[in-house]
């Protein structure tokens, strides 16, 4: 895919490429080294002994009553990284959303190949012990 196929299958223009956003994440890991282990949402691991190729990025999205976002959030993300060549997934969990989140990521799924919809019922992600 490249911009053009972006703007007239999505209605999408890239403005910031994924790989300037990218680049700004590197630089401030490198000038603060363990940001991630202080806020705690990465413990803290070794470097890796080689360098291996992304064989899949996955990105999960929550989705609790957002049947309006989800659907430009789901497509910016899927046109960049197909933009880039990045290999990938979208993993959009409805969070037992109230409204029509669910119908909304079922037909978005079926338009955007690498989205996978999990629906969790009843309860909240916060709840649900198989997560």
Known sequence: MDNEEAERDFGWRVETPITSILEEIGTHAQRNPDWLERSGLVKSRPEP?????????SVVIPCRNE???????VEHLYVELRLHGVP???????DASTDSTWPVLEALCQRVPPCVPYEIRGRTVLEEPSL
Do not use: F, R
């Open 49 to 57: 002994t080689s360098h291996q190729p992304l064989e899949l990025l």
């Open 67 to 73: 049947e309006d976002a989800v659907p430009p959030a």
């Open 88 to 94: 990938h997934e979208i993993v959009a969990v409805d």
